[in-house]
Every structure is written in structure tokens, then in C-alpha cells.
């Protein structure tokens, strides 16, 4: 009989985390039953705003959590666990580990792992003394998804000892395309067949410094492009962005994007601006599409960067942006950076990696 391991997330909305836990559940599936609960929001809307759900759709469950603590929400959950007959519980993130810790508690359910995705927000006290006492009470196995989270985490909690598994894309989803598949891809795109094209897949929020890359923009060729897929609350403050810089034209953007293999297809350089990161997976999905990448030097996108055909900038500095960019759009790369993110980030060790955990420390096959 297959253990039955619920992942527990904020939400279901397109991003990092979110693709992870799906990327996991399809991985694993052949070894385990495996359920992810979205704390907030709701079937019907969910799946029209992200309709790579469909395929996973028997096992999605949300609980239409409301703003601030909930304690319906948490006896829900509960219900859930014990419903669904759970053997192991893994949140993702502060709020999962909250409501999916205690519930598993709860539940008596003994394998509880929690994966930390990123630092920074632990530089906030409150956040930061939050999570140690959530960490104190539930007890966790906890993973850094690099070796930056780990350090943060090993520097404000002496006790925690965090198994390190480095995120992983799906080297067989993402390939590089043939040779006419570019201008098709950006046929079906409707942006510029004759340019050479930037692209950036990122949430449109301050913390992703578009500006930056907007800023930089301005002062490259008139032959470069820039395309963004994502959205977000910033999209009305950026396109106002783009006018004032006399960008509006070279920018192009696209809203969320269902199937990214296009997106990576059409464009010639990947560049991620963020002013904080944990360990992005879009880089790695733009490398393992044969598509170089720049990227700025915070949290573990270090991890993430091809050294041969890629390169690392400062965040919020777009000078230094531009003149990384400027020889990128020069010159061709022949060198793919597909070697590295099969080494690095494939999504297969990643799953191996997390089922290793969960059955020789939280011995979920005897649950």
C-alpha cells in the first residue's frame, strides 16, 4: 500500500513553490499517493487562473482560508488528514508550517517535513521568532532548498540541523527546441521574429527588480526585446515604467504563461532581476532549454547559474546589468548550459532526494 503524503501551501497560484509541489506529486507518484492543500482560495477559480491544475485536480484540496489566523481553517485540515488517512505531511513555507504542522500534530501523524525556501524574511524579527516557535513546537524535519538557506537557518536556530535538496526542473518537460520552433514560438506569442529577445519569467512584484531591467534595457541596441511572463500587482506601475523610459515598444507583456516550454523557446537570453530569491527554479528551466541566463547574486540563485554560459550581477544596479547584458546580445552562445541543469537541478534526484528523507528519517513506509 502507497504512503499518502500531503504537501500543504499558501496557495495555488503560478510560482516557484507551487510548481515544485506539482512537479513532486507527478514525480512521486509511482511510490506515493501524494495530495497538496492550498491553504487560501478555492477550486473553480484556481483552475481557471492556472489551468496547468487540471491534470492534478483529484487530488487539490482548499480550504478558503480568510486574512489572519483561522482556526476553522486548521480543524479543517485536520479533518482532511485524518480523512485522506495521511502517513506524512510537507509544508512549504511560514504560514503551511503554522496550520500543517499543528494539524499533523493533531493527527498523530510522526513523519512532518518542512522545506525552507528562501532567508530573508527571516532578517524580520517577528517573522523570525515566529518560526522558531513554530519550529520549537511542531519539530520538523526541515530542508533548505540550498546552501545559503541552510546557513541563515543553522545561524538563527542552534538546534536546527537542515537536510539540503537543491530544487530541480523536469529536464524532460523543458528540452531545447528545433530550429524552427523559435519563430513559431514567438508567432504564437505575438512578439518580434527579427530581435533578439531577453526574457524574464518572474511575478510582477517589487521584490523581482523588473525596473532594473527596464533601466537597462533602455540603453541596449534597438534590435534587443524585452519579454515578460508573469503578472502581478506591479503590471499597471511597470507598463507606466516602460512609457516614461520610451520603452513601451521593446517591452512585451504576456501575463501568466500555461505552458513556459514556449516562452523559453521564443527567447535568446533569460535574465532574473530580483532583489531576493531563495533558489528560483526559472532559471534552471530556462538552462535546461538550451537558453543562457543572468541572473542577480542574492539568496542561492548562485546554485542556479551555468558558470560557462551564464553569468551572476549585484541586485539593484543596473549599470552593471547593462554592460553584463550588452556582450550576451552581441555575440551567439554555442555553448548550452543544458549540461549544468542536468548535473545540478534535475528534478528526478530532487524526488529521490525528498523520498529518501521522508522513509529513512521519517520511516513513512512503516506510518
Known sequence: MKPVIVQVVQHLRPGGIE??????????????????????????????????????????????????????????????????????????????????GLAARMARIRCLIHTEHDAWHLSTPSRRNLQGRLLNLVRPLIVADCDQVARVLRKHYRYCHPTVIMNGVDVEYFKPCASDAKQRARKQLSIPEDQFIIGCAARLEPVKGHKFLFRALAALPANVSLVLAGDGSQRACLEALASDLGQRERIHFLGAQDDMRIFYHAIDLFCLPSLNEGLPLSPLEAQASGI???????????????????????????????????????????????????????????ADQYFELLNTRGRIAKC
Open 19 to 100: 510548481t515544485m509541489a506539482l512537479d513532486l506529486q507527478r514525480q512521486l507518484a509511482d511510490r506515493a499517493e501524494i495530495h497538496i492543500v492550498s491553504l487560501e482560495g478555492d477550486s473553480h477559480n484556481t483552475l481557471q487562473q492556472w489551468p496547468r491544475l487540471t491534470e492534478h485536480e483529484g487530488h487539490l484540496h482548499f480550504l478558503g482560508k480568510p486574512p489572519g489566523t483561522s482556526l476553522k481553517t486548521l480543524w479543517r485540515l485536520f479533518r482532511l488528514l485524518r480523512r485522506l488517512k495521511a502517513s506524512a505531511v510537507h509544508s512549504h513555507h511560514i504560514g503551511p508550517l503554522l496550520y500543517g
Open 292 to 350: 543562457p541566463a543572468i541572473v542577480t547574486d542574492v539568496g542561492g540563485c548562485s546554485n542556479t547559474v551555468c558558470p560557462v554560459t551564464g553569468a551572476l550581477v549585484p541586485p539593484a544596479d543596473s549599470e552593471t546589468l547593462h554592460r553584463t547584458l550588452l556582450p550576451f546580445c552581441e555575440q551567439s552562445k554555442p555553448v548550452t548550459p543544458r549540461h549544468f541543469v542536468l548535473s545540478a537541478g534535475d528534478l528526478r534526484l530532487t
